[in-house]
Nanobody, 125 residues
Framework: QVQLVESGGGLVQAGGSLRLSCAASGRTFSSYAMGWFRQAPGKEREIVAAISWSGGSTYYADSVKGRITISRDNAKNTVYLQMNSLTPEDKAVYYC??????????????????WGQGTQVTVSS
């Protein structure tokens, strides 16, 4: 099992930046591919980005491509989501999630068996 704890959310003005972190504990972090999801009020949860166990392969949803970067530090058991040029449409609860390494950075949002509690991101206009 792996436990995930997100941090770094908050309130930012449009055009600003935030860096989310997700700290993992439990089983070997490098055994897992990781993803970031978000869920806005009244909307379904959507995958934002995914990264392979090594960090060598990534995926981004079209809505965030060019503005968001996912990365990981296996030595620190942490995955990051750097978000730039934020807009009010990015307001959501952001979740990190883990799935077996074999999924790589697949855009398919399946296979994620472990989830963090979420961190709120609010963007003011």
């Amino acid at each position: 099992q792996v436990q995930l704890v997100e941090s770094g959310g908050g309130l930012v003005q449009a055009g600003g930046s935030l860096r989310l972190s997700c700290a993992a504990s439990g089983r070997t972090f490098s055994s897992y591919a990781m993803g970031w999801f978000r869920q806005a009020p009244g909307k379904e949860r959507e995958i934002v980005a995914a990264i392979s166990w090594s960090g060598g392969s990534t995926y981004y949803a079209d809505s965030v491509k060019g503005r968001i970067t996912i990365s990981r530090d296996n030595a620190k058991n942490t995955v990051y989501l750097q978000m730039n040029s934020l807009t009010p449409e990015d307001k959501a609860v952001y979740y990190c999630a883990a799935r077996p390494a074999r999924y790589g950075s697949s855009s398919n949002p399946t296979g994620f068996g472990y989830w963090g509690q979420g961190t709120q991101v609010t963007v003011s206009s």
